[in-house]
């Protein structure tokens, strides 16, 4: 009991030296703007059929070489397509059987957001309490925006969010980038955007944002507060 008691006081103090560490360290940006699936949320997209469907059928529909699937549908989305629109289009393309699966798509998006990502809730509320504002700007729908924040109090962070269908402009074009700039009053060379995707990295910096592509939170949490 008293090893273990002593291991138990070892560890306190090691965590509470860490957190005098970032209570005094100084961020290195003012800001901090997240994508949202593949850096604050796990996003996958196949749990939202999964069970409802045998697995060949669940891979017919998820078939990234079909020129009018789901890819195509969700960056659709992205830009402003409403799902009934979304929805008709398909069925035009595959037939009402195989239409009535992207409804349950729809209908079951929440199944898709698993978890946070390990890390970022942490990463999250210590930018906060060291005074750095953190922002979202993501390629998703309005209503996944909702459900996903309904389901991870922590994303109540974000001072705001730019959401892709909302301003009909999806990364990487330069100006959703900019849109985000004007509307939360950003210093982009104060300013670090984190995006798992490569090409949304490079055009952030030709807007002149600082940008980085998200390999996990210790990543993040070099770049910004140790």
């Given amino acids: 009991l008293s090893s273990g008691r002593h291991g138990r006081l070892a560890i306190q103090r090691r965590t509470m030296k860490a957190m005098e560490r970032t209570a005094h360290t100084t961020p290195r940006y003012t800001d901090v703007i997240f994508d949202y699936c593949g850096v604050l949320i796990d996003w996958r997209a196949r749990r939202t059929i999964e069970g409802l469907y045998p697995p060949g059928v669940v891979d017919m529909f998820f078939d990234p070489a079909d020129p009018h699937g789901v890819a195509y549908y969700d960056d659709l989305a992205d830009l402003g397509w409403s799902e009934e629109r979304i929805i008709a289009d ?108 490569a090409c949304n990295v490079l055009t952030a910096r030709a807007a002149g944002l600082q940008a980085v592509r998200f390999e996990s939170a210790a990543q993040i949490r070099a770049l910004t507060l140790d």
């Fill in 90 to 197: 398909y069925e035009r393309e595959h037939g009402p059987a195989v239409a009535w699966i992207m409804r349950l798509y729809f209908e079951f998006q929440r199944l898709g957001f698993y978890d946070m990502i390990e890390g970022m809730p942490t990463l999250m509320r210590d930018l906060h309490v060291r005074g750095v504002r953190l922002w979202g700007l993501t390629n998703f729908t309005v209503r996944g925006v909702c459900e996903m924040h309904g389901k991870y109090p922590w994303l109540g962070l974000l001072g705001g969010t730019v959401i892709s269908a909302q301003e009909g402009v999806a990364k990487p074009d330069p100006c959703i980038y900019n849109i985000a700039i004007g509307r939360f009053h950003l210093d982009p060379a104060q300013t670090l955007f984190v995006d798992d995707n």
